[in-house]
């Protein structure tokens, strides 16, 4: 089974490995179809980026989803995104996931 890919927001970090991911049970991939969030769902999650001639070059990460334990500004969100030990990377440093 093939890991769907969300978009996230890498500036929306809780812990060096953990991104803030939905605030509701579901959210759509990359082509729009919905996918339902549950504890250590294995995902992908992308944010765009572009290299330094301005040519797309997404920032991307695999993880597992986890529910959001944190208090504060991050409080309203109900899932996120605990990424691997390969971290975020830009997609042209990736050859296959």
């Known amino acids: 089974m093939s890991k769907s890919m969300l ?4 500036n929306e970090m809780l812990e060096p490995d953990l991104v803030l991911l939905s605030a509701t049970n579901d959210k759509a991939d990359i082509n729009g179809n919905k996918v339902l969030l549950s504890e250590g769902l294995q995902v992908i999650v992308y944010m ?5 001639k301005g040519n797309p ?4 990460a695999v993880g597992v ?3 959001n334990h ?3 500004w991050s409080s ?7 990424i691997d030990n390969d ?3 830009h997609m042209s440093e990736i050859r296959k996931i």
């Open 57 to 60: 070059d997404n920032l991307i």
């Open 87 to 89: 971290g975020i990377r």
């Open 76 to 82: 309203h969100v109900k899932w996120c995104c605990r």
């Open 65 to 67: 989803v986890e529910r």
């Open 70 to 72: 944190s208090s504060g």
């Open 48 to 52: 765009d980026d572009m290299d330094d």
């Open 7 to 10: 978009y996230v927001d890498f």
